[in-house]
């Protein structure tokens, strides 16, 4: 997968988030700390997602190329990993992302997802962020996940595609649900909303990944509608079943 190419439409958002902080000074989306969206405190504070962990679902600790669970049932989508572990600044910056819009902190954080990309053998064709609910989505009047998952696909010089998939249905928040039941939470909550090109791999984006759930449900509708390879990729992954 080539990395993050020169492309001018991501030069010129990049300018405008840049001439924003000099408007309304940025704030550092770990520790509030003025003058930066990203202190190098709080980007050393990441614990990083790095090898051993599972091949299909990324997650850590995993010697056995896969885990368990992927073992038992392999997942929709052909990959998943994560930035960090959901936690101290990561765990910061995606409340922030997710209830203060911050476009800037959206850009400076999908540019170090763009560099673990490109170490990874992915052929993408578009990039789709997770969809939230309805009535969610109109409640906060955005969809985090695109806050970063537009400049991820302006790095890869790729089509940003926000409306291929959608919520059928409003589903419950996953926070505090048992595998179980965050499983049958999200079975048969996305719909195709726009026509795939036949084979078309796709990268899924989402802020936080717990059990994989939410994203193998959507990875599935996608392969369902012709999609060659699924993809996924998340800020951060929690792994405390309470996310």
Same mark, same amino acid.
């Given at each position: 997968?080539?990395? &993050? ?50 091949? *299909? ?5 995993? *010697? ?14 052909? /990959? ?13 910056? $995606? ?5 203060? &819009?911050?476009?800037? =902190?959206?850009?400076? =954080? /999908? ?6 990309? #490109?170490?990874?053998?992915? #052929? ?15 409640? &906060?009047?955005?969809?985090?996940? %695109? =806050? ?16 291929? $998939? #959608?919520? *059928? ?38 802020? $936080? ?7 193998? #449900?959507? %990875? ?17 992954? %929690? ?5």
């Amino acid at each position: 997968m080539p990395g &993050r190419k020169n492309n001018p439409a991501l030069t010129l958002y990049q300018a405008a988030l840049t001439a924003v902080d000099w408007v309304f000074p940025p704030q550092c989306g770990g520790c509030g700390l003025g003058g930066n969206r990203w202190c190098e405190q709080c980007n050393g504070a990441i614990e990083k997602i790095t090898k051993p962990f599972c091949e *299909s679902c990324g997650l850590p600790g995993i *010697s056995n190329n896969l885990c368990g669970r992927c073992t038992s049932q392999q997942p929709a989508f052909d /990959a998943a990993r994560s930035l960090g572990i959901y936690q101290s600044s990561l765990r910061n910056a $995606v409340i922030k992302l997710k209830y203060k &819009r911050d476009f800037g =902190l959206g850009e400076t =954080l /999908a540019d170090q997802l763009l560099k673990l990309i #490109s170490s990874w053998d992915w #052929s993408v064709q578009a990039v789709v962020p997770i969809p939230l609910g309805r009535e969610r989505e109109r409640e &906060r009047g955005y969809n985090q996940a %695109a =806050l970063f998952a537009r400049p991820i696909a302006l790095g890869l010089g790729v089509p940003f595609r926000e409306k291929i $998939v #959608s919520r *059928s249905r409003d589903t419950l928040k996953q926070v505090g649900l048992t595998e179980t039941e965050r499983q049958r939470n999200v079975l048969g909550a996305f719909e195709i909303g726009e026509r795939l090109l036949n084979k078309e791999n796709l990268l899924l984006v989402d802020d $936080v990944m717990t059990t994989g759930a939410t994203l193998n #449900s959507c %990875a599935g509708v996608l392969k369902q509608a012709g999609a060659g390879k699924v993809y996924a990729i998340t800020l951060a992954r %929690a792994l405390d079943m309470r996310y």
